[in-house]
């Protein structure tokens, strides 16, 4: 479990970016929502100790996070920034990803089948000497997964994932995502993206002003008034509703409930 209880941060410069903030999450993928400066980020970045609370306490699988360094939580919550590409420094993708489990001291024959298991999950068999800046932006996003992946963390946040990919590559990192929560790994997707929450998210939590507003299932969360958050509904919840269809999370839904509606 994730776990934050009533956190509060306040930064040095005396800004309360989490008042009073509770949280938690398991084996599930949950979308981590809210305008720009809502606290996202800096409660995210609680969860592997990067932030320690100004007051209230953040246990990740029962371990108090002041208790314990970047790098021992760091096996256990992987953080997959945004814009990753600036996080590369070795001069080719093997040594990129083994970087993570080379630290973690296991022998070279475990670092190995790591990386190649990492590779694997995201798509990027076969580019172990490439140089990681002369891949593209897609490529980039998903060597970045497979950098976090390789530690074997058993929950990743994940900081907008799909932004800036184009559709084919979107869709390659979201079949990243269901494919960790299918083999027992806890997201966290901290994205602007509604169309993403929709076809991704179990659960949404909703910050406003470095508070919790909404904690709910995504069926739930997409019935309440966005606007007043200045979230904006996908366009499929909002045809889905004009054809009085109810919740749905993707086209095939859309045709589905249509064609049962017609028999
Ligand atoms: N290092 C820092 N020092 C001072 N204030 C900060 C720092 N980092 C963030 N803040 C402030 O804390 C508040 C919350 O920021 P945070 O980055 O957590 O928001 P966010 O919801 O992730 O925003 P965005 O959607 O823009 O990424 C903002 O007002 C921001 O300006």
């Known amino acids: 479990m994730l776990r934050a209880e009533n956190v509060w941060h306040t930064y040095e410069n005396g800004r309360e970016a989490l ?19 809502s606290g996202k980020t800096t409660l995210a970045k609680h969860f592997n100790g990067l932030l320690k609370p100004t007051r209230g306490r953040v246990t990740v699988d029962g ?12 096996r256990v919550v992987g953080y997959v920034f945004q814009n990753p590409e600036h996080m ?3 001069e080719n993708v093997f ?13 070279e024959e475990e670092i190995e089948k790591r990386v190649k298991w990492a590779l694997r999950v995201v798509n990027l068999e076969g580019y172990e000497d490439r140089v990681p ?13 497979a950098c976090v992946l390789a530690m074997k963390p058993k929950y990743l946040i ?17 079949k990243v995502i269901r494919e960790l929560r299918e083999a027992g790994h ?12 929709l076809e991704l998210a179990e659960r949404v939590v909703l910050l406003q002003e470095g508070r919790k507003v909404f904690d709910g299932p995504t069926e739930e969360f997409f019935s309440i008034d966005l606007h007043d958050y200045g ?27 249509l064609l049962g509606g017609s028999r």
């Open 95 to 107: 040594r990129e990803v083994a970087f993570g489990p080379r630290n973690l001291e296991l022998s």
């Open 133 to 145: 800046y002369s891949l593209s932006g897609g490529e980039k996003q998903r060597l970045a997964i």
């Open 88 to 90: 590369f420094f070795e």
């Open 231 to 257: 979230l904006e509904k996908p366009e499929l919840l909002r045809i889905s509703e004009k054809l009085g269809i109810g919740f749905v999370r993707s086209v095939p839904e859309v045709v589905k409930a």
């Open 158 to 174: 994940l900081d907008e994932p799909t932004t800036g990919l184009d559709a084919r590559n979107a869709a390659g990192v979201i």
């Open 19 to 37: 008042k009073g903030v509770d949280f938690e999450m398991g084996e599930e993928i949950v979308a981590l929502v809210g305008q720009n400066g």
């Open 63 to 74: 371990m108090d996070t002041r208790e314990h360094t970047v790098a021992e939580l760091s």
């Open 186 to 197: 806890g997201v966290l997707l901290i994205t602007h993206d509604m169309d993403l929450v």
